[in-house]
Nanobody, 123 residues
């Protein structure tokens, strides 16, 4: 049974930083592209970042480029999202997801999802 468990969310002031973690189990982690998505209240889920199987390639939404960094550890079966210079617009539930295909920004391409972790940025 595949499980993705996010952690690291919380309340932070604008300009602050957080590191989200996602622990994966029940899958051959190194064969999956991993992504982070987020969903703010009243909005659709949106792509944030993705990382290739080896970690050698990454892709970011324009809204987070230069502020967020995705990384992975294929030994520990973990994927991370370092978030810097946070703003209230980053407030959302953040989800990690796993994809057997290529690097993809489309949520429907991802087969497995975590339950999410709340990030709240106060102004």
């Amino acid at each position: 049974q595949v499980q993705l468990v996010e952690s690291g969310g919380g309340l932070v002031q604008a300009g602050g930083s957080l590191i989200l973690s996602c622990a994966a189990s029940g899958l051959t982690f190194s064969t999956y592209v991993m992504g982070w998505f987020r969903q703010a209240p009243g909005k659709q889920r949106e792509f944030v970042a993705a990382i290739s199987r080896s970690g050698g390639s990454t892709y970011y939404a324009d809204s987070v480029k230069g502020r967020f960094a995705i990384s992975r550890d294929n030994i520990k079966n973990m994927v991370y999202l370092r978030m810097n210079t946070l703003s209230p617009e980053d407030t959302a539930v953040y989800y990690c997801a796993a994809d057997r295909g290529v690097l993809n920004t489309a949520s429907h391409a991802y087969a497995y999802w975590g339950q999410g972790t709340q990030v709240t940025v106060s102004s």
